[in-house]
T-cell receptor, first 112, second 109 residues
Framework: GAVVSQHPSRVICKSGTSVKIECRSL??????MFWYRQFPKQSLMLMAT?????????EQGVEKDKFLINHASLTLSTLTVTSAHPEDSSFYIC????????FGPGTRLTVL | EDQVTQSPEALRLQEGESSSLNCSYT??????LFWYRQDPGKGPEFLFTLYSAGEEKEKERLKATLTKKESFLHITAPKPEDSATYLC??????????FGSGTKLNVKP
């Protein structure tokens, strides 16, 4: 199957700082990538759809100014959590589709 | 309303004890049903895609089946390394994925 990578796998930051998470499709080009958030013992919650060369599409209730998405190339999408707060602590997962949806390994964000 | 429901929420099996996980769905036009395995602290790992009722897919001890209303993931003679959360997702005609909440499988030696 297709390979999607994420970096970093873990990040700890202070409240008020911004954190950038990268998502790369390693063996295929993805005009669209997806960003999910997962709380403990819960399923994936789609946050936004990242579109190469255009603005991201956000799901209802997701703050655009807080979760900045940039899809700079056909293999890279970035999610920046701006002015992070402890309630932003979560597991963030990206994905790209090639037939099925293939997920990155996830990024554990802890905001102190 | 499009939705995916998985049952049971959690399942404990003895090694070698076969069982099935259920994924029930209602969706406006099914383009595909997907099974994933997720280990703690990791992203979901793709297992199977099923496209039409009657279709079956197998991989080692896992076998996925599909009807018009549900899918089953059958686990034959499971081993402790099969312990994980198994997620089901459906892709609708509107190109949207809907995920179930998962079944956490624990296989005891």
């Amino acid at each position: 199957g297709a390979v999607v990578s994420q970096h970093p796998s873990r990040v700890i930051c202070k409240s008020g700082t911004s954190v950038k998470i990268e998502c790369r499709s390693l063996d295929f080009q993805a005009t669209t990538m997806f960003w999910y958030r997962q709380f403990p013992k819960q399923s994936l919650m789609l946050m936004a759809t990242s579109n190469e060369g255009s603005k991201a599409t956000y799901e209802q209730g997701v703050e655009k100014d807080k979760f900045l998405i940039n899809h700079a190339s056909l293999t890279l999408s970035t999610l920046t959590v701006t002015s992070a707060h402890p309630e932003d602590s979560s597991f963030y997962i990206c994905s790209a589709r090639q037939g099925a949806e293939f997920f990155g390994p996830g990024t554990r964000l802890t905001v102190l | 309303e499009d939705q995916v429901t998985q049952s049971p929420e959690a399942l404990r099996l003895q090694e070698g004890e076969s069982s099935s996980l259920n994924c029930s769905y209602t969706v406006s036009g099914l383009r595909g049903l997907f099974w994933y395995r997720q280990d703690p602290g990791k992203g979901p790992e793709f297992l199977f895609t099923l496209y039409s009722a009657g279709e079956e897919k197998e991989k080692e001890r896992l076998k996925a089946t599909l009807t018009k209303k549900e899918s089953f993931l059958h686990i034959t003679a499971p081993k402790p390394e099969d312990s994980a959360t198994y997620l089901c997702a459906v892709l609708s005609n509107f190109n949207k994925f809907y995920f179930g909440s998962g079944t956490k499988l624990n296989v005891k030696p």
